[in-house]
Nanobody, 119 residues
Framework: LQLVESGGGLVQPGGSLRLSCTAS????????IGWFRQAPGKEREGVAC????????NYVDSVKGRFTISRDNAKKTVYLQMNSLKPEDTAVYYC?????????????WGQGTQVTVSS
């Protein structure tokens, strides 16, 4: 399974971006996919993870109410809609296979896309 992110960029505080993670490989439909981020000088953190079967979702507290994760199995794509962006959301965002209950990524990782929130 290969994952490729897109959609990052520079946005002003309060703005929106939508990230996309497109997968190749046969096991996408049965794989939880989520989003992670790493800011300069900080550890990587889980942002959101979406269960492939039951649709359950886990978000990190700092993005609840602002970010929405979704997936389109026909397009083998997972999205992260990010609204009301703040400067502290600035980071490299990665998609990865994940476990919902503890927001951990494992095994399959994308190359990352930069999100910069600045005026």
């Amino acid at each position: 399974l290969q994952l490729v992110e897109s959609g990052g960029g520079l946005v002003q505080p309060g703005g929106s971006l939508r990230l996309s993670c497109t997968a190749s490989g046969f096991s996408f439909d049965f794989t939880n996919i989520g989003w992670f981020r790493q800011a300069p000088g900080k550890e990587r953190e889980g942002v959101a993870c979406l269960h492939s079967s039951d649709g359950s979702i886990n978000y990190v507290d700092s993005v609840k109410g602002r970010f929405t994760i979704s997936r389109d199995n026909a397009k083998k794509t997972v999205y992260l809609q990010m609204n009301s962006l703040k400067p502290e959301d600035t980071a490299v965002y990665y998609c990865a296979s994940c476990t919902v209950f503890n927001l951990k990524g494992y095994y399959y990782w994308g190359q990352g896309t930069q999100v910069t929130v600045s005026s």
